[in-house]
């Protein structure tokens, strides 16, 4: 069973930076996407940045320039390093592969304070 599990919870202000990180106990090479999404308070899961198996990547229009997506293939390790945070990033954040199907991690809480 594919497993991804997500760190990096954290408070900041307006303007601070935080990186999360997701853990795969798979090769992250043998994913052909795996990306960050947000859900925010009522609303839907939504895709903030991803990473294509060849590396390509791609950001919802309201983080281009702030988030970056990266991975770390020797560790397994996919990261979203979020700078110029602003209180509407604030949500969970889920990592999901992609291989044969979907695997979720269990999310975690980023609050950004204004």
């Known amino acids: 069973q594919v497993q991804l599990v997500e760190s990096g919870v954290g408070l900041v202000q307006a303007g601070g930076s935080l990186r999360l990180s997701c853990a795969a106990s798979?090769?992250?090479?043998?994913?052909?996407?795996i990306g960050w999404y947000q859900q925010a308070p009522g609303k839907q899961r939504e895709l903030v940045a991803g990473?294509?198996?060849?590396?390509?990547?791609n950001y919802l229009d309201s983080v281009k320039g702030r988030f970056t997506i990266s991975r770390d293939n020797a560790k397994n390790r996919v990261y979203l390093q979020m700078n110029s945070l602003k209180p509407e990033d604030s949500g969970v954040y889920y990592c999901?592969?992609?291989?044969?199907?979907?695997?979720w991690g269990q999310g975690t809480q980023v609050t950004v304070s204004s």
């Open positions: 999901m592969g992609r291989v044969f199907r979907e695997f």
């Open positions: 990473i294509m198996g060849g590396g390509r990547t």
């Open positions: 798979e090769n992250i090479l043998s994913f052909n996407f």
